[in-house]
């Protein structure tokens, strides 16, 4: 089975941005489609929004429309997703996974503070 | 309505049956998944379509699903078996969905 890579943990101001990246080994990226979840501390699993690379076809949440973008880029197996105008509630462990659930990536912690 | 509800907590005894639900309008049109969560490790799918086993997860959980409610099944719980445990599933609109969460404890 395929594997997912995120980037580092990420401290940033309230008001800014992040960008999270999760590159994928193998098929998982070119046979797949991504999904993005975040939990914050205390709280439970939330979903973020999703993409289907190989037609750029993408699903957010509600609350977070207007703030949150997710792409793909085929040349490096490697999902974003983008989250604007920060607040302290923003802070979490953000996930990438397949979308059928099968494959996670190992969480990226976003704090804003 | 678009939320799915769960129990915020399960307790049993190592060996019992633990049994966590999940209701909501949309699991009568669509499938569930379960996904279990230990402290600083990411969630891992147990249950997908409602009542199907991933390869490598133990027989002792199952599923099943009746009309608006799924139910997660862990026969035998064991210690390890403790985690919280979210069920998931897709809106009309495509919006993905989680249950609240409920922490099982094994003691």
């Known amino acids: 089975q395929g594997q997912l890579v995120q980037s580092g943990a990420e401290v940033k101001t309230p008001g800014s941005s992040v960008k999270v990246s999760c590159k994928a080994s193998?098929?998982?990226?070119?046979?797949?489609?991504f999904t993005w979840v975040r939990r914050a501390p205390g709280r439970g699993l939330e979903w973020v929004g999703g993409?289907?690379?190989?037609?750029?076809?993408?699903n957010y949440a509600q609350k977070l429309q207007g703030r949150v973008t997710i792409t793909a880029d085929g040349a490096t197996n490697t999902a974003y997703m983008e989250l604007r105008t920060l607040r302290s509630e923003d802070t979490a462990v953000y996930y990438c996974?397949?979308?059928?659930?099968?494959?996670w990536g190992q969480g990226t912690l976003v704090t804003v503070s | 309505s678009s939320e799915l509800t769960q129990p915020s907590s399960v307790s049993v005894s190592p060996g019992q049956t633990a049994r966590i639900t999940c209701s909501g309008e949309?699991?009568?049109?669509?499938?569930a998944r379960w996904f279990q969560q230990k402290p600083g490790q990411a969630p891992v799918l147990v249950i997908f379509?409602?009542?199907e086993r991933p390869s490598g997860i133990p027989e002792r959980f199952s599923g099943s699903s009746s009309g608006a409610t799924v139910t997660l099944t862990i026969s035998g719980a064991q210690v390890e078996d403790e985690a919280d445990y979210f069920c998931?599933?897709?809106?009309?609109?495509?919006?993905?969905?989680f249950g609240g969460g409920t922490r099982l404890t094994v003691l």
């Open positions: 379509k409602d009542s």
């Open positions: 996974a397949s979308r059928d659930g099968g494959v």
């Open positions: 949309v699991l009568s049109k669509k499938y």
């Open positions: 998931y599933s897709a809106s009309d609109n495509s919006q993905g969905l």
């Open positions: 993409i289907i690379p190989v037609s750029a076809t993408t």
């Open positions: 193998g098929d998982t990226f070119s046979n797949n489609a």
